[in-house]
């Protein structure tokens, strides 16, 4: 055991998680923590820069096993000093209480029952309706110049499209589309991006005001391809075709910096889609500590898959399945092993 529940620590740390609780419970009336690998989601909110408390508490529920912890409004003094005290000792688990439960996160599918999903939409309907969202992606990308400000209006439009796909309970694999042409694939991949992360964000029980900025971001992600400057990048000597290609995030997230109205989430989406979850990936971090966000993690998943199934076009077409082994076998490290569970549980499900 590290400290007794009495000693003084455990109180103080009781005194600032009351106060801070307090707060909270005045806008809502229970408190869920959802602990996703190094991220912490409180009320459905992804937090970031959580410091050094935050990512010790994520630490020591992670060594205990658990992943999701509710709060509920009537928490006392007692049952709080008791919780700590339990996340505190090296051994034995964590007790539920009257006002504080525990457990771990299963795959919940947030709205989207796979049993219930609608059928509703025959594939052609389901097609249609792709394409007219890729022709408005086209058409958005087609105004975007490094000389102009971008509105978003257009991109928030097709968003809200999706959404409401996704409320309709429709199987989100029958709205990814492989790109018709070489010309089609920078529209069917943004669009194919951000079906794919809303769901893995719906999956994950994120707030549909979420779902909206991360869909945004993901449509958004590779903007940058279209901001390189065509000619050389140095005076020396012009970079190659693939120096070039991985200044994409840096222009990308510039780019979107100066957007009014726009989501922070979108040029931080830009700038991290190509790191990979143990920091490696580019472009490269000059600080240590700085991680990925949880949404650019999704949005790397998704990328990931998504070129696959491109690419597959090429060779031998690979099945879902084989492309959800794929994601799996990926070197450790690539990805946030939480959220490629995630992923592919949910992929199964929704494919089976
Ligand atoms: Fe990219
Ligand atoms: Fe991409």
Do not use: W
Request: charged letters at 25%.
């Amino acid at each position: 055991m590290l400290y007794s529940k009495d000693h003084a620590s455990v109180n103080e740390l009781t005194k600032k998680a009351l106060s801070i609780l307090s707060e909270i419970f005045d806008k809502s009336d229970s408190i869920e923590i959802i602990i996703v690998e190094d991220d912490l989601i409180v009320n459905k909110n992804p937090m970031r820069e959580m410091g050094i408390h935050g990512d010790n508490f994520v630490k020591r529920i992670k060594r205990k096993g658990m992943s999701r912890i509710h709060l509920l409004k009537g928490v006392t003094h007692s049952e709080l000093k008791q919780f700590i005290a339990d996340i505190a000792t090296t051994t034995g688990g964590i007790k539920s209480y009257q006002h504080i439960k525990t457990g771990v996160v299963d795959v919940h599918i947030g709205n989207v029952e796979i049993d219930s999903l609608n059928e509703d939409f025959d594939a052609e309907d389901l097609s249609s309706f792709t394409s007219e969202q890729i022709a408005k992606v086209r058409e958005e990308y087609n105004k975007i110049s490094p000389f102009k400000k971008l509105n978003i209006a257009g991109f928030e439009e097709i968003v809200v499209k999706f959404l409401m796909m996704l409320q309709k309970k429709v199987n989100i694999l029958k709205l990814i589309k492989p790109p018709r042409s070489f010309d089609q694939y920078s529209y069917t991949h943004a669009t194919n991006v951000a079906v794919l992360t809303i769901f893995q964000a719906e999956v994950l029980g994120l707030r549909e005001d979420m779902l909206h900025d991360i869909g945004i971001a993901a449509l958004l992600h590779d903007v940058g391809k279209l901001l390189i400057p065509k000619d050389g990048l140095n005076k020396e000597g012009s970079a190659t075709g693939e120096e070039k290609i991985k200044l994409h995030p840096l222009y990308g997230a510039q780019y979107l910096a100066n957007v009014d109205g726009l989501t922070r989430l979108a040029p931080i989406a830009a700038f991290e889609h190509h790191l990979r979850y143990d920091g490696q990936g580019y472009p490269e971090l000059k600080t240590g500590n700085r991680k990925q966000h949880i949404c650019s993690q999704m949005i790397a998943i998704s990328d990931f898959f998504d070129t696959l199934r491109s690419t597959s076009l090429y060779r031998t077409s690979l099945g879902v399945k084989e492309m959800i082994s794929l994601i799996r076998t990926k070197d450790e490290g690539a990805f946030n092993p939480f959220l490629v569970n995630n992923f592919t549980r949910a992929m199964h499900l929704a494919i089976s």
